[in-house]
């Protein structure tokens, strides 16, 4: 039977299988190791923790935890021996470091005509006027014979158009 390795005591078969120590508080307080973790990932909705063990340790060597996004994590630092700077930078005169801006062009759009308005000029208007006088979307729905959704649209549409 294997034995506790600070007071000697019996252990019990299933403890003995992962710990040489016993369940006393003294034995536990002079024997046991915390566990040191790391964040594999982490996002909005949830981070994604490992033990860090020799198997986890080559698998980050690995590259298997990178980044799936990124080439890889990040600019790579500056060698010390060499003076070559960081990729994505420049040396101004002076020997400070600045950003390269790419010139990228970006995806090519057509433009688009302004959408027609479901509404006519009056209907604007009194919706507006309506709206002035404190009625309801849905009093001024049932007023001018569309629906409470569209009044809202006018009257959205007519206060942005008040603020520019």
């Known amino acids: 039977m294997a034995q506790c390795i600070t007071c000697g005591s019996e252990l019990h078969p299933e403890r003995a299988v992962k710990y040489n120590y016993c369940t006393s508080p003294e034995c536990q307080q002079k024997n046991v190791k915390g566990l040191t973790m790391v964040a594999i990932g982490m996002n909005k909705a949830a981070d994604e923790l ?7 340790r080559h698998d980050l060597a690995s ?3 990178r980044d ?9 630092a500056q060698s010390a021996g060499t003076g070559i700077p960081p990729r994505g930078t420049t040396v101004e005169p002076g020997g400070r470091l600045a950003s390269r801006k790419r010139d990228i062009p970006g995806p090519v759009t057509t433009p688009r005509k302004p ?18 006088q404190g009625l309801r979307p849905a009093e001024i729905a ?5 629906s409470s959704h569209l009044v809202t649209q006018i009257v959205l549409a007519g ?3 008040g603020k520019s």
């Open 50 to 56: 490992m033990i860090l063990d020799d198997r986890t």
């Open 142 to 146: 049932a007023k001018l014979g569309i």
């Open 115 to 132: 959408a027609r308005q479901p509404w006519t000029r009056s209907q604007e208007k009194l919706a507006l006027l309506y709206n002035e």
């Open 159 to 161: 206060r942005n158009r």
């Open 63 to 65: 590259g298997k935890y």
């Open 68 to 76: 799936q996004r990124r080439g890889n994590f990040g600019q790579p």
